[in-house]
């Protein structure tokens, strides 16, 4: 009888533990859930040609999980999508070609050749930023590491850091990276022939002035050389 009695009760503990390791696990795919949907969320944000939208920061700052490790999970995410988010809407704003400041209009340019290495040093700087959150960007959205250095210090087993890499890869496909890319290039080309024309200018300063509002050359051939050169902006290469 006492036999019977323990075997019941051994049966019993194990079948508590086999309903709460159910339970949690019912409780951890439902959490993981959750993160996943908050992150699909985010996802639909990181559209270049939409890039400034105040309601993915309202998803960017809630929790959904509130303790525990899945917490670390989420918070690390959203930071690393935040950081991810800002560099993108940096790099948008600086490739975007409405935003792009006219070199060559009649109210930069001035016939002496210190105002034009001042608009070539500010080219060259424009260039050096876009670089600059081109491969912040691209080594946050793609560098392993640089993605782990959000739950350094979270102390997460590797099941839940392998679960944090996992959802840090959703934005990063190949038409996001080959659409930048592309944009990446032809900015820093429309760059060029700015700094290209800004140098045919400084180099014929004597053949040029401002009249009327209007750049004037006094040659014929000088004004069809740096036509020729301005032209390029219209073209889209990328040469």
């Known amino acids: 009888m006492n036999k019977k009695k323990i075997i019941i009760g051994v049966i019993t503990i194990l079948v508590l533990i086999i309903i ?27 559209v270049p040609t939409n890039i400034d939208n105040e309601e993915a920061n309202a998803v960017l ?8 490790e899945y917490s670390k999970v989420e918070d690390s995410l959203k930071l690393y999508y935040k950081d991810l988010y800002s560099n993108l809407k940096n ?42 959150y081109y491969n912040i960007f ?8 640089t993605k782990l250095s959000y739950v350094t210090n979270k102390d997460l087993s590797n099941y839940y850091i392998k679960f944090y890499l996992e959802l840090t890869n959703e934005v990063n496909d190949e038409e996001l990276k080959e659409n930048l890319l592309a944009k990446y290039n032809k900015t820093n080309s429309r760059l060029d022939v ?24 006094d040659s014929t051939e000088i004004y069809d050389e740096y036509v020729a050169i301005i032209s390029k902006l219209n073209e889209g290469v990328t040469e």
């Open 194 to 217: 700015y700094n290209e024309a800004l140098t045919f200018l400084e180099t014929n300063v004597e053949h040029w002035s401002i009249k009327k509002d209007n750049i004037s050359f």
């Open 61 to 68: 700052e809630r929790r959904v999980i509130t303790k525990g």
């Open 138 to 145: 691209i080594n946050s959205l793609t560098v392993e590491d």
């Open 91 to 132: 790099l948008t704003f600086l490739l975007d070609e409405e935003n792009e400041y006219n070199y060559l209009s009649v109210d930069n340019l001035k016939p002496d050749s210190e105002s034009l290495i001042k608009s070539k040093d500010t080219i060259n700087n424009t260039k050096a930023q876009i670089e600059e």
């Open 20 to 46: 709460g390791v159910a339970l949690k696990i019912s409780f951890d795919f439902k959490k993981e859930a959750a993160i996943r949907s908050e992150v699909k969320e985010i996802t639909k944000f990181f």
